[in-house]
C-alpha cells in the first residue's frame, strides 16, 4: 500500500506503508557442555531454538521464554514524485486509484502573488488554484488548472467525474482527455 500526499510546498509525494508482523524473540541459555581444550575455559552461549534445531526437534524445552514485539504499521522514507504546482501552499487532496496503477487526483493550493501598482503601492494577492493530475508509469503530469475561490471539499464521482464544493453550492467537472 502507497500513501500518498502533498507537501507543504507543493510537491506530489509518496510513502509505502507495510505491515511489520510481530517479532518473537528467545531467550539464550549457557551451555552446559563440559569445557575442552578448544574453548579455552570459555562457554559458548547458543539459544536453546538452534540446539533443537540442530537436534532436529521441533519442540521449543518448556523452560526457553518467548517474547511477543506487538505488530505495527512502518511507513518508508518519502519520495519525491514531482512538483504540483511552484511556490503554492496545499489546502487539500483528494485522489482516486485508476485500472492499472496509475492515480489520478484534484489538489487545490493558496498562492500568493504580490502585485506592484505604480511605484509606491504593492498589493499580496492570494490566489486559490485547482490542479487535476496524473501519476502513471513513473510520470507525473497536469491534466487541469483553473483558479477557484472558497472550496470546501473535493469529491472524485468516478474516474473523469469530481465535484468541488464551495462554500455555498456544489459544482460538478468532467476530465476529457483529447
Not at 536453546?48 to 521449543?60: E, F, N, P, R, V
Not at 503554492?88 to 485522489?95: E, F, I, K, S
Not at 473535493?154 to 468532467?174: M, N
Request: with cysteine; glycine share 6%; net charge negative.
Amino acid at each position: 500500500m502507497i500513501f500518498i500526499y502533498a507537501s507543504y510546498d507543493g510537491h506530489l509525494m509518496a510513502r509505502d506503508l507495510a505491515y511489520v508482523p510481530p517479532v518473537w524473540e528467545t531467550d539464550c541459555v549457557s551451555s552446559s557442555e563440559p569445557e575442552d581444550k578448544h574453548t579455552h575455559g570459555q562457554h559458548l552461549s547458543i539459544p536453546l531454538a538452534i540446539k533443537s534445531i540442530i537436534s532436529g526437534s521441533t519442540d521449543l524445552p518448556p523452560h526457553e521464554k518467548m517474547k511477543i514485539h506487538e505488530a505495527a504499521p512502518s511507513l518508508s522514507e518519502p519520495q519525491d514524485i514531482g512538483i504540483l504546482i511552484e511556490g503554492a501552499t496545499p489546502c487539500g487532496m483528494n485522489a482516486r486509484s485508476l485500472e492499472g496503477g496509475e492515480l489520478r487526483g484534484i489538489v487545490w493550493f493558496h498562492k500568493d502573488i504580490t502585485v506592484r501598482l505604480f511605484e509606491l503601492y504593492c498589493a499580496l494577492i492570494m490566489e486559490v488554484l485547482v490542479q487535476v493530475f496524473e501519476y502513471a508509469n513513473h510520470c507525473l503530469k497536469s491534466l487541469l488548472r483553473f483558479p477557484a475561490v472558497d472550496i470546501r471539499e473535493a469529491i472524485w464521482i468516478d474516474d473523469g467525474l469530481f465535484l468541488l464544493r464551495f462554500e455555498v453550492s456544489w459544482i460538478c467537472y468532467i476530465v476529457r482527455l483529447i
